[in-house]
């Protein structure tokens, strides 16, 4: 085998080693990208979960306090 053609064979392994490095780097941040999504929906959901309960609390605190000021006779 010539020194050129096994140059050429280096060359062509070497290119083909970058684009599968480049191919897994695109996948590995897809990946992470995705995680960072689903993450970001998950404590969205959570956070709104959480926030339509404080609502729903406050409200039944307000209506109980509304009912005993009328009870105590503070309302009519």
């Known amino acids: 085998m010539s020194g050129k053609s096994f140059q050429g064979l280096k060359e062509q392994a070497e290119g083909a080693a970058k684009d599968a490095a480049n191919t897994l780097g695109q996948a590995t941040q897809n990946a992470?990208?995705?995680i960072t999504d689903a993450s970001q929906k998950a404590f969205?959901?959570?956070?709104?979960?959480?926030?339509?309960?404080?609502?729903k609390v406050a409200g039944q605190a307000a209506e109980a306090m509304s009912g005993f000021g009328k009870k105590c006779g503070f309302k009519k």
């Open 32 to 34: 992470v990208n995705q």
């Open 44 to 55: 969205d959901k959570a956070s709104k979960t959480a926030q339509d309960g404080v609502e």
